[in-house]
């Protein structure tokens, strides 16, 4: 099993310009998540789908849009980068609506740079 | 509101102990969660507690939980350079609330 993979690794952007970055998880779970990582403010969340066919925003959804694709994929799309849009962005899933530990598991990021 | 905080930085010498704190604020949190991310990569599950819990311990870390005080600890023996890492604390509502990371630097 891959567990979460993320695509592209790296990318510079240009302000203004769009992009989508794509999550997918081959765990079966229900539920995912992309989060951004700033120094000093952790991993604040963006958006996150409890299940398929359902989204709901995090605590910094402005500038960002998602598409949950099919129970295996969870796609970021940013409409018109902006310099404050520079940060590592993880995408995350996990079995959510089981009882027990329920343990997150994390992609190994996106690195994004909007000049 | 949902705010979970962690001191930024902690420094210690190969050998020691080294203690991270953490405070939640949610009471109904079934389980609390300690994550590590080593450099350039995602968080890892490191440890967890259930909530009916006061300490959890798993080779050389132990979690304290105090639920009165809404805080949660983890403490490392022997603390070697591979500790080297950010840590964070989590609680669990319907979906993950994670602290702001303490990043630990092992020195010689």
């Known amino acids: 099993n891959a567990g979460v993979t993320q695509t592209p690794k790296f990318q510079v952007l240009k302000t203004g310009q769009s992009m989508t970055l794509q999550c997918a998880q081959d765990?079966?779970?229900?539920?995912m998540y992309w989060y951004r990582q700033d120094p000093g403010m952790g991993l604040r969340l963006i958006y996150y789908?409890?299940?398929?066919?359902?989204?709901d925003k995090g605590e910094v959804p402005n500038g960002y849009n998602v598409s949950r694709l099919n129970k295996r994929e969870f796609s970021l799309r940013l409409e018109s980068a902006a310099p404050s849009q520079t940060s590592v962005y993880f995408c995350?899933?996990?079995?959510?609506?089981?009882?027990?530990?329920?343990?997150?598991?994390f992609g190994p990021g996106t690195r994004l740079t909007v000049l | 509101g949902e705010d979970v905080e962690q001191s930024l930085f902690l420094s210690v010498r190969e050998g020691d102990s080294s203690v991270i704190n953490c405070t939640y604020t949610?009471?109904?949190?079934?389980?609390l969660y300690w994550y590590k991310q080593e450099p350039g990569a995602g968080l890892q599950l490191l440890t967890y507690?259930?909530?009916?819990?006061d300490m959890k311990q798993d080779q050389r870390l132990t979690v304290l939980l105090n639920k009165k005080d809404k805080h949660l600890s983890l403490r490392i023996a022997d603390t070697q350079t591979g500790d080297s890492a950010i840590y964070f604390c989590?609680?669990?509502?319907?979906?993950?609330?994670f602290g702001t990371g303490t990043r630990l630097q092992v020195f010689p």
């Open positions: 995350a899933s996990r079995q959510a609506g089981t009882s027990g530990v329920n343990e997150q598991f």
């Open positions: 765990m079966n779970h229900n539920s």
């Open positions: 789908s409890a299940s398929e066919g359902t989204t």
């Open positions: 949610d009471s109904s949190s079934t389980y």
């Open positions: 507690i259930f909530s009916n819990m």
């Open positions: 989590a609680e669990n509502t319907d979906k993950l609330i």
